[in-house]
C-alpha cells in the first residue's frame, strides 16, 4: 500500500492515487494539473521523510472543479451603544483528485 501525507492548502492531507480532496483555491498547471509537496511517503514498509529523498517524489493531482466553501456569517454587537455589523464571508476552494504518487 503507497501512501503520502502532502502540504495543501496550509494544512497536511493523507491521499493515495484516486483520492479525492478540497483545498485552497489553487491556480492549476497546464492540463489542469497540480504538484502537490509531500511531507511523507509509505511504500509498503518503508518510510521516507528525508527531505533529500522527498525532493523526488512528486504527488500529481487534477484539476476536478473550482468551487465555493459555505457561507459563514460575522456579527459583531456592542450594548447600549447602537453599533451593529453584520459580514458574511465565502471561501475560495478547488476539489483535487489524486492522479499519481512516483
Known amino acids: 500500500m503507497v501512501y503520502a501525507v502532502v502540504r495543501a492548502g496550509g494544512r497536511q492531507e493523507k491521499v493515495e492515487v484516486g483520492t479525492v480532496l478540497?483545498?485552497?483555491?489553487?491556480?492549476?498547471?497546464?492540463?489542469g494539473t497540480v504538484e502537490l509537496a509531500p511531507v511523507m511517503l509509505v511504500d509498503g514498509d518503508k518510510i521516507t521523510t528525508e527531505a533529500s529523498k522527498l525532493a523526488k517524489v512528486k504527488v500529481t493531482a487534477e484539476v476536478v472543479e473550482d468551487l465555493r466553501g459555505p457561507k459563514i456569517v460575522i456579527q459583531k454587537f456592542k450594548n447600549k451603544t447602537g453599533y451593529k455589523r453584520r459580514i458574511g464571508h465565502r471561501q475560495e476552494l478547488t476539489r483535487l483528485k489524486v492522479t499519481g504518487i512516483k
Open 22 to 31: 478540497v483545498v485552497d483555491r489553487v491556480a492549476a498547471g497546464d492540463k
